[in-house]
């Protein structure tokens, strides 16, 4: 079992949780994910390693609850367990294997949607801990949904914000913002890691393509069962098919067919909206006898 140290919410439907699993935390490197089963009933659900303490044995997690098993995870409290905390799974981060000289050498651009702000702390702290202070972007719809901007500005002093609606920093989309630093401000960037939504991935390496910078996205949003074995993360990079969970998460986003992954994803809506529906009755007490 796996005991939950510490949850807190980081905003509507955001929960972030501190699980006690020391060898996770000892082999853990950013990039990578893990799998959590709530109890011996529940399912696989992949989740992004947002941060790891291998003197404390801690690994943290962030939910949003937009599915019924999700919907499980959150409504656990400080206290109790996760039948199973497995990991760390996939690929590491391409740079963590750059000699010192080229990491020095190397300007970094994170820009994290949404809930990608999670999986993108780990690298942008891990290439702090190596002497290079990397840019980031932080999106959101409106200024309660950006998440770390606090723990991102420990870390370097290039943090841009952007809103949809202009409530916090800049007004506007994550690619209009690049667009400007980049082209407006004269920045210049090597290599640029895109994480969140995949509709914000897509646009960020077509811009990104335009502006002739190697990008990096992680396709984690696709993965359902995390071992390859159900085949939901196929993805076609580069013309070839590749799964994202023993494969990925990480693939050049210039080679990624997003629509092809987009269309991927919206197979399974349906049915998980009527499982969210079942798991939110029987949260509130009613437990339905029909099922799926």
Same mark, same amino acid.
């Given at each position: 079992?796996?005991?939950?140290?510490?949850?807190?919410?980081?905003?509507?439907?955001?929960?972030?949780?501190?699980?006690?699993?020391?060898?996770?935390?000892?082999?853990?490197?950013?990039?990578?994910?893990?799998?959590?089963?709530?109890?011996?009933?529940?399912?696989?659900?992949?989740?992004?390693?947002?941060?790891?303490?291998?003197?404390?044995?801690?690994?943290?997690?962030?939910?949003?609850?937009?599915?019924?098993?999700?919907?499980? *995870?959150?409504?656990?409290?400080?206290?109790?367990?996760? #039948?199973?905390?497995?990991?760390? +799974? =996939?690929? @590491?981060?391409?740079?963590?294997?750059?000699?010192?000289?080229?990491?020095?050498?190397?300007?970094?651009?994170?820009?994290?949607?949404?809930?990608?702000?999670?999986?993108?702390?780990?690298?942008?702290?891990?290439?702090?801990?190596?002497?290079?202070?990397?840019?980031?972007?932080?999106?959101?719809?409106?200024?309660?949904?950006?998440?770390?901007?606090?723990?991102?500005?420990?870390?370097?002093?290039?943090?841009?914000?952007?809103?949809?609606?202009?409530?916090?920093?800049?007004?506007?989309?994550?690619?209009?913002?690049?667009?400007?630093?980049?082209?407006?401000?004269?920045?210049?960037?090597?290599?640029?890691?895109? *994480?969140?939504?995949?509709?914000?991935?897509?646009?960020? #390496?077509?811009?990104?393509?335009? +502006? =002739?910078? @190697?990008?990096?996205?992680?396709?984690?949003?696709?993965?359902?069962?995390?071992?390859?074995?159900?085949?939901?993360?196929?993805?076609?990079?580069?013309?070839?098919?590749?799964?994202?969970?023993?494969?990925?998460?990480?693939?050049?986003?210039?080679?990624?067919?997003?629509?092809?992954?987009?269309?991927?994803?919206?197979?399974?809506?349906?049915?998980?909206?009527?499982?969210?529906?079942?798991?939110?009755?029987?949260?509130?007490?009613?437990?339905?006898?029909?099922?799926?």
């Amino acid at each position: 079992m796996f005991k939950i140290l510490k949850k807190s919410q980081l905003a509507p439907s955001i929960y972030l949780m501190e699980v006690e699993a020391p060898r996770l935390a000892r082999a853990a490197q950013p990039g990578q994910f893990l799998i959590v089963i709530v109890d011996e009933r529940g399912e696989r659900i992949p989740l992004t390693i947002c941060d790891y303490d291998t003197d404390r044995g801690t690994v943290t997690v962030v939910i949003q609850a937009i599915g019924a098993s999700t919907m499980r *995870i959150v409504a656990l409290e400080e206290g109790d367990s996760f #039948a199973d905390f497995v990991g760390p +799974l =996939g690929h @590491p981060s391409e740079f963590i294997h750059y000699t010192p000289e080229r990491l020095a050498k190397t300007k970094f651009m994170f820009v994290a949607g949404g809930l990608g702000a999670a999986p993108v702390y780990p690298q942008v702290k891990w290439l702090a801990e190596h002497g290079v202070q990397a840019d980031v972007i932080i999106g959101a719809k409106n200024e309660s949904l950006i998440l770390f901007e606090e723990e991102f500005r420990a870390l370097t002093p290039h943090v841009h914000i952007a809103t949809d609606d202009g409530s916090k920093g800049y007004k506007g989309l994550v690619t209009n913002l690049l667009r400007e630093l980049v082209v407006d401000r004269g920045k210049h960037y090597d290599c640029v890691v895109a *994480i969140g939504p995949m509709i914000m991935m897509k646009f960020v #390496a077509l811009t990104t393509k335009e +502006l =002739g910078i @190697p990008t990096i996205v992680s396709l984690n949003t696709l993965m359902v069962d995390g071992t390859g074995m159900c085949g939901a993360c196929r993805v076609t990079v580069g013309g070839r098919i590749r799964f994202a969970c023993v494969e990925g998460p990480e693939f050049d986003a210039h080679q990624v067919d997003f629509d092809e992954a987009m269309r991927r994803q919206g197979m399974y809506r349906t049915i998980e909206e009527r499982r969210r529906a079942i798991e939110a009755e029987r949260l509130a007490g009613h437990q339905c006898n029909i099922g799926l």
